[in-house]
């Protein structure tokens, strides 16, 4: 689907044009009251005007630059401070061109297109719908035809997702919305919310999948980037299905709860429900997403942020029929016999502060909180794989002491090595000490029985010779054995 939008409305900013707040760096270069860089410099003393004011060059060639004081460079103390000393602050000689960054960035962005991914999820009939179709004020969503009567209804959550490629002033967005047609309809609403934790879950785990491939050169996010979540205008605080879906989502999505069809309420009614939800969510410890604020915005941001955050949880109304006035003008709005309720009407309700969050102002920020949740998801699943992460990676390492803590512990390996080393040599020499002992003791023993063998051999041979001599018989004779006995006993002898 391919879809434009109309122009914007009145008193609407240019997006393609850089705005107050996106373009700090272009808009903001002519005043040097705002100028980040220059509110750094008054902070530091220092006076780095030269990248603002070359900018500002840059784009207008009508107006010649300012002259650019030519300063030496700052000196900065190493000694103060060690964790910043090798960061010297050098002041420009000239328009260097880095001040064109944002520009360059936003170029880029613009050709690329950005892409946004809503949930939407509420009971039937809340007005999810015409609130989508309302905010992006185009026809997301067709007109429905209600179920035939008799027909059988699902009895389970669903999952839709309708994307539409939409452009506005040339900045083309690609929406896509995740209706949840189903959620709170049922009698017993318990797990009503498995199917969006599964959804939102398995969006990341595909992310993840991307990631770990070898080529990650085009990653497809689907990833859930706002979850808008209709609180039913009872008037009285949030019910237990309310709680339990925002227990369950707010560490995986960005919440953002609204009170659905807010012109069935009074103001006072209004009031009164938004402190009960927000005692309840405080209560129950739930996250919301809220702006965040940074230490260098400017004033009217900042005002802005407080005003949008006032408005928490928004109460809405939504509608895209043009209805006609009693004074005359054409609005988007809702017609009773009693008057009509505007939209665009800050005074009815917030519809514009919700829109203002969601798309003009923090729709990065709601991206890029989706990359922290995403994180967050992702560190949960790692460490329940079993895969661990070595802190001392995250550390700051100071380069001289790495060195001594190196070479520390490359001395005690050494001296490890040497102490096993000599160990295994005494071991090996106590072996073949004891080894040549035992080989000694042998060659003695051998040496003492062959001594003892030819001293006997000795006594006989001297015993026999003097028998031969006296002329004795060499062997005594005993009774029946013969002369051939005593042969064979004397060759016995002999051989022996
Ligand atoms: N009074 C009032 N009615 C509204 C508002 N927004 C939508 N409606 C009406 O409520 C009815 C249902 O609106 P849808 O936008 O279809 O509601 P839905 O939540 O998308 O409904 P499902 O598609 O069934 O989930 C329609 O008749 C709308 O005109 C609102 O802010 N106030």
Redesign the pocket.
């Known amino acids: 689907m391919h879809l434009k939008l109309g122009d914007v409305r009145g008193g609407e900013v240019d997006p393609i044009r850089p705005t107050s707040r996106n373009a700090d760096m272009s808009n903001n270069s002519n005043s040097h009251s705002t100028s980040p860089i220059e509110r750094e410099g008054s902070v530091e003393n220092e006076t780095m005007t030269a990248s603002a004011h070359g900018a500002h060059g840059a784009h207008s060639s009508a107006q010649p630059s300012p002259p650019i004081p030519q300063t030496a460079p700052l000196n900065v103390s190493k000694e103060q401070s060690p964790a910043v000393s090798n960061i010297v602050r050098k002041k420009l000689g000239g328009f260097v061109g880095f001040a064109n960054l944002p520009n360059q960035v936003h170029r880029k962005s613009v050709r690329k297109g950005f892409s946004f991914t809503c949930m939407?999820v509420?009971?039937?009939?809340?007005?999810?719908?015409?609130?989508?179709?309302?905010l992006f004020e185009t026809s997301l969503?067709q007109?429905?035809t209600l179920p035939e009567l008799g027909s059988e209804l699902s009895s389970t959550v669903g999952i839709e997702n309708i994307s539409a490629d939409i452009e506005e002033n040339g900045v083309r967005l690609k929406l896509t919305v995740v209706?949840t047609?189903?959620?709170g309809?049922f009698i017993n609403n318990d797990s009503s919310w498995d199917p969006i934790v599964t959804s939102i879950e398995s969006r990341f785990d595909q992310y993840l999948e991307q990631e770990n491939r070898v080529n990650r050169a085009k990653l497809n996010d689907n990833r859930v980037n706002a979850c808008i979540y209709?609180i039913q205008p009872t008037g009285h605080s949030l019910r237990q299905v309310d709680i339990e879906f925002m227990r369950r989502l707010h560490t995986k999505v960005n919440l953002i709860p609204v009170i659905?069809?807010?012109?069935?309420l009074s103001e006072e009614e209004v009031d009164s429900f938004k402190r009960r939800i927000l005692a309840d969510i405080e209560y129950h410890k739930i996250e919301i997403f809220k702006a965040p604020a940074y230490e260098m915005e400017d004033d009217e941001t900042i005002q802005e942020n407080s005003e949008i955050e006032s408005k928490i949880p928004f109460a809405?109304?939504?509608?895209t029929?043009t209805i006609q006035t009693g004074d005359g003008r054409s609005v988007r709005g809702?017609s009773y016999p009693w008057g009509v309720?505007e939209?665009d009407n800050e005074e009815h309700?917030d519809f514009t502060k919700l829109r203002q969050m969601m798309i003009r102002t923090h729709m990065e920020e709601l991206k890029e909180n989706t990359g922290i949740l995403y994180e967050n998801y992702r560190s949960e699943k790692m460490l329940a794989m079993g895969v661990q992460q070595d802190a001392t990676v995250f550390k700051e390492v100071n380069p001289t002491a790495k060195a001594v803590e190196e070479k520390t512990l490359h001395d005690a390996k050494l001296s490890k090595m040497e102490a096993e080393m000599k160990l295994v040599f005494q071991q090996k020499v106590q072996e073949k000490e004891a080894k040549l002992r035992q080989s000694e003791e042998e060659l003695y023993a051998r040496h003492r029985e062959m001594k003892e063998s030819l001293e006997k051999q000795r006594g006989e041979l001297d015993d026999k010779r003097r028998r031969l001599e006296s002329g004795r018989p060499l062997t005594p004779e005993r009774g029946g054995g013969g002369a051939q006995s005593t042969q064979k006993k004397s060759r016995g002898f002999l051989r022996s």
């Open positions: 939407v509420g009971e039937s009939g809340l007005g999810k719908s015409t609130l989508v179709n309302t969503y007109p429905k209706d047609p189903g959620f309809d209709f659905a069809k807010s012109d069935t809405i109304v939504g509608s029929q809702r309720v939209v309700c």
